[in-house]
Protein backbone atom coordinates (compact mmCIF):
# COMPACT_ATOMS: atom_id res chain seq x y z
CA UNK A 1 0.00 0.00 0.00
CA UNK A 2 0.90 3.76 -0.58
CA UNK A 3 3.13 5.46 2.65
CA UNK A 4 2.17 8.78 3.64
CA UNK A 5 2.12 11.49 0.82
CA UNK A 6 2.52 15.20 1.39
CA UNK A 7 1.21 17.89 -1.33
CA UNK A 8 2.64 20.30 -2.82
CA UNK A 9 6.08 18.68 -2.29
CA UNK A 10 7.56 22.59 -2.60
CA UNK A 11 5.55 25.92 -1.91
CA UNK A 12 7.19 29.10 -2.41
CA UNK A 13 4.87 32.13 -1.38
CA UNK A 14 5.57 35.77 -0.65
CA UNK A 15 5.58 37.02 2.78
CA UNK A 16 2.10 37.63 4.08
CA UNK A 17 -0.01 35.06 2.32
CA UNK A 18 -1.69 32.08 3.60
CA UNK A 19 -0.71 28.62 2.74
CA UNK A 20 -2.15 25.66 3.40
CA UNK A 21 -0.32 22.39 3.67
CA UNK A 22 -2.24 18.77 3.25
CA UNK A 23 -1.22 14.63 4.52
CA UNK A 24 -2.57 11.87 3.57
CA UNK A 25 -1.79 9.02 6.33
CA UNK A 26 -1.59 5.30 5.60
CA UNK A 27 -4.61 4.37 5.65
CA UNK A 28 -6.18 2.77 9.14
CA UNK A 29 -3.57 4.40 11.15
CA UNK A 30 -5.21 6.43 13.91
CA UNK A 31 -2.34 8.80 14.84
CA UNK A 32 -1.40 11.75 12.83
CA UNK A 33 1.72 14.01 13.55
CA UNK A 34 2.75 17.24 12.32
CA UNK A 35 6.50 18.41 12.47
CA UNK A 36 8.53 21.30 10.91
CA UNK A 37 11.90 21.13 10.48
CA UNK A 38 14.37 24.10 10.07
CA UNK A 39 17.43 24.10 8.11
CA UNK A 40 20.27 22.07 9.53
CA UNK A 41 18.09 21.39 12.94
CA UNK A 42 16.59 18.85 14.68
CA UNK A 43 12.67 18.06 14.02
CA UNK A 44 10.35 20.64 15.65
CA UNK A 45 6.96 18.96 17.07
CA UNK A 46 3.85 20.72 16.02
CA UNK A 47 0.54 18.72 16.71
CA UNK A 48 -0.34 15.96 17.43
CA UNK A 49 -4.22 14.05 16.09
CA UNK A 50 -5.74 10.88 17.66
CA UNK A 51 -8.82 10.45 15.38
CA UNK A 52 -9.89 13.76 14.48
CA UNK A 53 -8.72 15.32 17.60
CA UNK A 54 -5.95 17.00 18.76
CA UNK A 55 -5.95 17.29 22.57
CA UNK A 56 -3.13 19.29 22.92
CA UNK A 57 -2.69 22.58 19.99
CA UNK A 58 0.26 24.00 22.57
CA UNK A 59 3.31 22.93 20.52
CA UNK A 60 1.76 25.05 17.79
CA UNK A 61 4.40 27.84 17.27
CA UNK A 62 1.99 30.90 16.87
CA UNK A 63 -1.72 31.70 16.28
CA UNK A 64 -0.95 31.90 12.49
CA UNK A 65 -0.42 27.99 12.58
CA UNK A 66 -3.68 25.98 13.06
CA UNK A 67 -4.12 22.26 11.65
CA UNK A 68 -7.48 20.19 11.33
CA UNK A 69 -7.89 16.62 10.48
CA UNK A 70 -11.32 15.19 8.97
CA UNK A 71 -12.50 11.55 8.46
CA UNK A 72 -10.02 9.94 10.20
CA UNK A 73 -8.19 10.68 7.02
CA UNK A 74 -6.11 14.13 5.42
CA UNK A 75 -5.00 16.38 8.06
CA UNK A 76 -4.16 19.97 6.66
CA UNK A 77 -1.73 22.89 8.78
CA UNK A 78 -2.53 25.99 7.79
CA UNK A 79 -0.10 28.98 8.14
CA UNK A 80 -2.18 32.70 8.23
CA UNK A 81 0.35 35.86 6.88
CA UNK A 82 3.60 33.66 6.28
CA UNK A 83 6.56 35.13 7.41
CA UNK A 84 10.05 34.82 6.72
CA UNK A 85 11.02 32.71 9.73
CA UNK A 86 8.17 30.23 8.55
CA UNK A 87 10.40 28.78 6.07
CA UNK A 88 11.41 25.14 6.91
CA UNK A 89 10.24 21.51 5.46
CA UNK A 90 7.07 20.66 7.20
CA UNK A 91 6.85 17.01 7.86
CA UNK A 92 3.68 14.63 8.31
CA UNK A 93 3.89 10.98 10.11
CA UNK A 94 0.94 8.67 10.72
CA UNK A 95 0.79 5.55 12.88
CA UNK A 96 -1.52 2.87 13.15
CA UNK A 97 -1.01 2.81 17.46
CA UNK A 98 -3.59 4.98 19.12
CA UNK A 99 -1.18 6.41 21.94
CA UNK A 100 1.64 8.96 21.56
CA UNK A 101 4.27 6.14 23.47
CA UNK A 102 3.33 3.62 20.87
CA UNK A 103 7.07 2.85 18.90
CA UNK A 104 6.35 3.30 15.25
CA UNK A 105 5.75 6.34 12.85
CA UNK A 106 5.81 6.56 9.18
CA UNK A 107 6.78 10.23 7.43
CA UNK A 108 6.16 11.00 4.90
CA UNK A 109 8.50 13.26 2.35
CA UNK A 110 7.52 16.61 3.56
CA UNK A 111 6.35 20.30 2.17
CA UNK A 112 9.28 22.61 1.85
CA UNK A 113 8.27 25.79 2.16
CA UNK A 114 9.80 28.81 1.55
CA UNK A 115 8.65 32.05 2.19
CA UNK A 116 10.10 35.22 0.37
CA UNK B 1 14.70 23.02 30.75
CA UNK B 2 13.86 19.73 28.54
CA UNK B 3 16.07 19.24 25.76
CA UNK B 4 17.63 16.64 23.48
CA UNK B 5 21.12 16.65 22.59
CA UNK B 6 22.94 14.77 20.37
CA UNK B 7 26.37 14.02 19.49
CA UNK B 8 28.74 14.06 17.35
CA UNK B 9 27.62 16.58 15.26
CA UNK B 10 28.90 14.43 12.46
CA UNK B 11 30.77 11.42 12.46
CA UNK B 12 32.93 9.88 9.36
CA UNK B 13 33.88 6.27 9.48
CA UNK B 14 35.94 3.91 7.35
CA UNK B 15 33.59 0.94 6.24
CA UNK B 16 34.03 -1.93 9.28
CA UNK B 17 35.03 0.50 11.86
CA UNK B 18 32.84 0.18 14.83
CA UNK B 19 31.29 3.19 16.46
CA UNK B 20 28.93 5.06 19.19
CA UNK B 21 26.14 8.09 18.39
CA UNK B 22 24.97 9.52 21.92
CA UNK B 23 21.79 10.89 23.33
CA UNK B 24 21.70 12.39 26.22
CA UNK B 25 18.53 14.22 27.16
CA UNK B 26 16.97 16.82 29.94
CA UNK B 27 13.06 15.59 29.60
CA UNK B 28 11.12 14.46 32.79
CA UNK B 29 8.98 11.97 32.57
CA UNK B 30 10.28 9.67 30.27
CA UNK B 31 7.67 7.75 28.27
CA UNK B 32 9.48 6.95 25.21
CA UNK B 33 13.20 7.42 23.66
CA UNK B 34 13.28 7.12 19.54
CA UNK B 35 16.09 6.54 16.99
CA UNK B 36 15.60 7.16 13.34
CA UNK B 37 17.51 7.72 10.18
CA UNK B 38 16.93 10.37 7.72
CA UNK B 39 17.94 10.40 4.56
CA UNK B 40 18.65 13.62 2.53
CA UNK B 41 15.36 14.86 0.49
CA UNK B 42 13.28 12.19 2.72
CA UNK B 43 10.96 11.74 5.84
CA UNK B 44 12.80 10.14 9.05
CA UNK B 45 12.18 6.19 8.90
CA UNK B 46 11.84 4.61 12.05
CA UNK B 47 14.26 2.36 13.86
CA UNK B 48 14.07 2.22 17.76
CA UNK B 49 11.58 2.39 20.23
CA UNK B 50 13.23 1.93 24.12
CA UNK B 51 11.16 2.90 27.09
CA UNK B 52 13.29 2.05 30.49
CA UNK B 53 16.49 2.11 31.43
CA UNK B 54 18.42 -0.69 30.72
CA UNK B 55 16.36 -1.96 27.62
CA UNK B 56 17.91 -2.67 24.39
CA UNK B 57 17.39 -3.45 21.08
CA UNK B 58 19.20 -4.47 18.03
CA UNK B 59 18.56 -4.47 13.83
CA UNK B 60 21.19 -6.04 11.54
CA UNK B 61 24.69 -3.50 12.46
CA UNK B 62 22.75 -1.09 15.33
CA UNK B 63 22.07 -1.72 18.67
CA UNK B 64 20.63 1.11 20.89
CA UNK B 65 20.72 0.86 24.11
CA UNK B 66 19.10 3.32 27.32
CA UNK B 67 19.99 4.59 30.67
CA UNK B 68 18.25 7.20 32.70
CA UNK B 69 20.66 9.91 31.23
CA UNK B 70 21.37 9.25 28.08
CA UNK B 71 20.50 6.56 24.54
CA UNK B 72 23.53 4.90 22.19
CA UNK B 73 23.36 3.88 19.14
CA UNK B 74 26.44 1.43 18.05
CA UNK B 75 26.85 0.62 14.69
CA UNK B 76 28.90 -2.30 14.27
CA UNK B 77 31.29 -3.11 11.07
CA UNK B 78 29.35 -0.07 9.37
CA UNK B 79 28.66 -0.31 5.34
CA UNK B 80 28.60 3.00 2.92
CA UNK B 81 24.50 2.42 3.18
CA UNK B 82 24.67 2.76 6.77
CA UNK B 83 25.38 6.76 5.65
CA UNK B 84 22.74 8.80 7.07
CA UNK B 85 21.51 11.11 9.71
CA UNK B 86 21.14 9.46 12.85
CA UNK B 87 17.88 11.39 14.78
CA UNK B 88 16.98 10.91 18.36
CA UNK B 89 13.63 11.60 19.93
CA UNK B 90 12.30 11.65 23.53
CA UNK B 91 8.69 11.60 24.73
CA UNK B 92 7.92 13.64 28.11
CA UNK B 93 5.29 14.70 30.19
CA UNK B 94 2.56 16.67 28.85
CA UNK B 95 2.75 14.83 24.92
CA UNK B 96 6.13 16.58 23.98
CA UNK B 97 8.52 15.02 21.36
CA UNK B 98 11.94 16.69 21.49
CA UNK B 99 14.09 15.53 19.04
CA UNK B 100 17.93 16.16 18.70
CA UNK B 101 19.48 17.59 15.88
CA UNK B 102 21.03 14.70 14.87
CA UNK B 103 24.48 13.37 13.84
CA UNK B 104 25.61 13.02 10.20
CA UNK B 105 27.03 9.61 9.43
CA UNK B 106 29.77 9.25 6.97
CA UNK B 107 30.95 5.83 5.94
CA UNK B 108 33.83 5.72 3.47
CA UNK B 109 34.26 2.36 1.65
Known sequence: GAGVSQSPSNKVTEKGKDVELRCDPISGHTALYWYRQRLGQGL????????????????????????????ESVSTLTIQRTQQEDSAVYLCASSPHPGLASSEQFFGPGTRLTVL | EDQVTQSPEALRLQEGESSSLNCSYTVSGLRGLFWYRQDPGKGPEFLFT????????????????????????????????????????????????????????????
Open chain 2, 50 to 109: LYSAGEEKEKERLKATLTKKESFLHITAPKPEDSATYLCAVLGNFNKFYFGSGTKLNVKP
Open chain 1, 44 to 71: EFLIYFQGNSAPDKSGLPSDRFSAERTG
